[in-house]
């Protein structure tokens, strides 16, 4: 290879990377239409220029962004041909492994496929346990995925369990106020809440809010869902007011982050009109 072939390579390679940092950026604050273009030219170059594991690893972040947006077939697409890369070049037991079957099993989670979604979650859980040992932050992920995912199937004792042993390792690695332990409050609050253990549920749920609100946007989508878990509680104890605030925000933020045809917004729109006639009744019978 010659030098100016080298130099054109290199450049090449840098502008990549630069373009997956900046979709990186966009996708944590919830910019997907704008991350989506950025992700797919640096995919399309990586295929030209560069080995699988760049090509698996920006299919496994383009896979990640779909799901958000609720295009679960092109996520699996590249999920899948992700897998394929990564085990042809690490074999089948490698941590990294673990992640595509986490990420696999989290697409059948917000695809409500949790039957499905199961074992490829508990995949994940051995093969990462056995490389990392039981106490790892990344075996804590694996274990909190699993455990959605059996929550979704109504195994609400066993999904507890798992929920509150991935909170410990997080805190104990990570410290009260990070972003995982944020997302495991608001879980496992979903399960509380299930249970009818309103009050605890709300505890938690305001702890993951204000962790969230503290590390992330205010109108991130990550926000807006514990947003919107809070006001689905307050509009069940008939706390109506407060309940349409919640939601009103929530639903700015999935609109801004989504558009306005998405599933989760379409479903936030719903709520907010149901809570509005309820306090229209409440506002005429008083």
Do not use: W
Request: with cysteine.
């Amino acid at each position: 290879m010659t030098t100016r072939r080298r130099k054109s390579l290199a450049a090449l390679q840098k502008l990549i990377r630069q373009l997956s940092r900046a979709a990186e950026e966009l996708r944590a604050q919830g910019r997907y239409d704008v991350a989506e273009p950025l992700y797919q030219r640096a995919l399309g170059l990586a295929e030209l220029f560069c080995g699988r594991e760049d090509v698996a690893s920006l299919c496994d972040k383009l896979a990640a962004l779909y799901k958000h947006m609720g295009r679960f077939d092109e996520a699996e697409r590249l999920y899948l041909r992700a897998l394929q890369l990564m085990e042809q070049l690490l074999g089948a037991e490698h941590p990294e492994i673990a992640t595509l079957y986490h990420n696999l099993g989290g697409l059948e989670h917000a695809r409500g496929r949790f039957v499905a979604g199961e074992p490829l979650a508990r995949r994940s859980v051995e093969i990462r346990e056995r490389a990392l040992g039981p106490h790892h932050p990344d075996v804590a992920s694996d274990v909190a995925a699993l455990a959605g995912i059996l929550d979704g199937q109504g195994k609400r004792e066993e999904a507890e369990s798992l929920y509150r042993r991935a909170l410990a390792i997080f805190e104990c690695n990570y410290g009260s106020e990070h972003y995982e332990v944020a997302v495991n409050l608001n879980n496992l609050a979903g399960i509380k809440y299930a249970q009818g253990h309103y009050c605890e549920a709300e505890q938690l749920y305001r702890r993951a809010l204000a962790i969230k609100e503290k590390l992330l946007p205010a109108e991130h989508p990550d926000v807006a869902m514990t947003l919107n878990n809070l006001a689905a509680l307050c509009k069940s104890q008939g706390r109506y007011p407060e309940a349409e605030a919640l939601c009103r925000r929530a639903l700015a933020s999935f609109e801004r982050s989504f558009g306005p045809h998405h599933l989760k917004v379409t479903a936030c729109r719903n709520n907010h009109a149901s809570l509005t006639r309820k306090m229209e009744r409440q506002t005429n019978e008083n």
